[in-house]
T-cell receptor, first 114, second 116 residues
Framework: SQQGEEDPQALSIQEGENATMNCSYK?????LQWYRQNSGRGLVHLIL?????REKHSGRLRVTLDTSKKSSSLLITASRAADTASYFCATDSLSDTGRRALTFGSGTRLQVQP | DAGVTQSPTHLIKTRGQQVTLRCSPK?????VSWYQQALGQGPQFIFQYYEEEERQRGNFPDRFSGHQFPNYSSELNVNALLLGDSALYLCASSLRGPDRGRDTQYFGPGTRLTVL
């Protein structure tokens, strides 16, 4: 399987509920980023958590990182219909020359029912 | 502050043809990365350009090539198109280097390529 695999593949919830998505990866990382994508359009950067951080918040988003388990989770609280989208985690491994390439998983498709 | 822009939005080609996609990075960014996203999948890294040279490459054949211009904009060229090249092609820009604040990649809206 790929670096940065999300779980579940699809999630359907009611508006107002919380949505939790998980991501697992295989190799050591410098940071892990979460992106959102609406209907096959461009990716929107949501939040970045570095390898020495354990938790980070941004508005209704909460991200955790457990480097010992090579996993991360994204929690969206009080979901809205507008949160309906695909969510991807991406791991960032920095080379010694400062070059970066993101490795994405297959994403979690979130449907928020109004 | 203009974000990452890509052109064209959509493109239809036939097998065997060649295609060129274009990307302008976010203002102030000097590094451009290209990704291919097949339907229902996550983006796959193609290559990255910095200082007008290809610096890093993913697992893509030589049919995929690129260029970066002095103004940091970039082109992705795909030769001898195959049906399997049909995908959303995403461009991302960033600043080179390990420093904090340089590790976020900003994506453009993508170019949807259909190969018939």
């Amino acid at each position: 399987s790929q670096q940065g695999e999300e779980d579940p593949q699809a999630l359907s919830i009611q508006e107002g509920e919380n949505a939790t998505m998980n991501c697992s990866y295989k190799t050591s990382i410098n940071n892990l980023q979460w992106y959102r994508q609406n209907s096959g359009r461009g990716l929107v950067h949501l939040i970045l958590i570095r390898s020495n951080e354990r938790e980070k918040h941004s508005g209704r988003l909460r991200v955790t990182l457990d480097t010992s388990k090579k996993s991360s989770s994204l929690l969206i609280t009080a979901s809205r219909a507008a949160d309906t989208a695909s969510y991807f985690c991406a791991t960032d491994s920095l080379s010694d020359t400062g070059r970066r390439a993101l490795t994405f998983g297959s994403g979690t498709r979130l449907q928020v029912q109004p | 502050d203009a974000g990452v822009t890509q052109s064209p939005t959509h493109l239809i080609k036939t097998r065997g043809q060649q295609v060129t996609l274009r990307c302008s990075p976010k203002s102030g960014h000097d590094t451009v990365s290209w990704y291919q996203q097949a339907l229902g999948q996550g983006p796959q890294f193609i290559f990255q350009y910095y200082e007008e040279e290809e610096r890093q490459r993913g697992n893509f054949p030589d049919r995929f090539s690129g260029h970066q211009f002095p103004n940091y904009s970039s082109e992705l060229n795909v030769n001898a198109l195959l049906l399997g090249d049909s995908a959303l092609y995403l461009c991302a820009s960033s600043l080179r280097g390990p420093d904090r604040g340089r590790d976020t990649q900003y994506f453009g809206p993508g170019t949807r390529l259909t190969v018939l």
